[in-house]
């Protein structure tokens, strides 16, 4: 099969890190807590209320977790989790223009079909705005919790990449046959209605892994996403991924490259700080800085603090 991706433009700068490439970095917030002080019942306002700032703000991306338990760092397990794509949705019914997705679905919490098709419907109630956001996964805790298989990470891996060519085979119109893989077998590849996405979701592989999941990104994904390290640390992980994309034919500028940062630059000196720092990523080609406050009531943040960001980010192109 011959798989389609899409394609990101992107200028060569002049001069300099022959890994750069001219781009305006956009903003993205990822939310990562729903320990609201009003409780449950004020965490649909609040989701919707940060939906609205976020737009407001010019936000171009809102990520959720995709986790059963809240992680460990976070608060723990005892703390509240939302479920990934009922959250989408009703973000999706809130916004109109942001991208939205999951920082990032572990491969182990559903079945390839049913994953393909939920991100498909995500992607017709938003008008076109789902990326498949997916990983190998790796929080064994909820997995014993609530009773979902945890295999070994070489299998987890295997089943990946499998579901990365069963959700590409049911976004092509003409293969909907069976498929037959080593962990998965589907005797119809449907999927109606089609994605409205043009040609099809993105898919947004996460993790830095250099043997396993750069080559995935390079053989499958349109976007990347990286956790914030240092700029040398993230340059190199680039370079790898343009090794393995030299390694399968496939354009290195095609791929969106993201980053998750956890900072927090909520004082004008911490701004001017955090925007120094974007600059060398910007440099090195990353498109999207997604940030990651630990905050409880997402909206109040977004428009205190994201709003400046993407003003200052927007001029690092």
């Known amino acids: 099969m011959l798989f389609k991706f899409y394609r990101h433009e992107s200028r060569q700068r002049s001069g300099g890190d022959p890994r750069a490439t001219e781009t305006d970095m956009r903003v993205g917030v990822h939310i990562n807590r729903f320990n609201h002080p009003g409780g449950a019942v004020a965490l649909g306002p609040e989701l919707a209320a940060a939906g609205a700032a976020a737009e407001a703000a010019g936000v171009s991306w809102l990520s959720v977790m995709d986790h059963y338990f809240q992680m460990e760092f976070n608060g723990g397990a005892e703390d509240a989790m939302l479920e990934s794509y009922t959250t989408l949705g009703f973000l999706a019914a809130h916004t109109s223009t942001v991208r939205l997705g999951t920082l990032v679905t572990g491969v182990t919490y559903r079945r390839p ?25 790796w929080y064994d805790r909820e997995h014993a919790g609530l009773g979902v298989p945890f295999p070994a990470l070489a299998e987890r891996f295997e089943r990946l990449e499998e579901t990365l060519r069963i959700c590409l085979q049911m976004w092509d119109p003409q293969a909907n046959g069976p498929f037959e893989g080593k962990h998965y077998r589907l005797a119809e590849t449907l999927c109606v209605p089609a994605p409205v996405s043009t040609p099809r979701p993105e898919i947004m592989i996460g993790g830095s892994g250099e043997k396993k999941t750069l080559r995935l990104v390079a053989r499958y994904g349109d976007a990347c996403n990286l956790f914030a390290s240092t700029p040398e640390e993230i340059g190199h992980k680039l370079d790898v991924l343009r090794g393995h994309c030299d390694a399968v034919g496939r354009e290195y500028a095609d791929i969106r490259k993201t980053m998750l940062h956890s900072g927090n630059p909520g004082s004008q000196a911490e701004l001017d700080a955090f925007t120094r720092e974007m600059e060398d990523y910007a440099k090195l080609g990353i498109e999207t800085v997604i940030l990651g406050p630990r905050v409880d009531e997402p909206a109040e943040w977004i428009e205190r603090t994201a709003g400046p960001v993407v003003g200052r980010l927007a001029g690092l192109g």
């Open 113 to 137: 079909g049913l994953l393909a098709k939920i991100a498909t419907t995500l992607d017709v109630l938003s008008g076109g705005r789902a990326t498949l956001g997916i990983g190998a996964a």
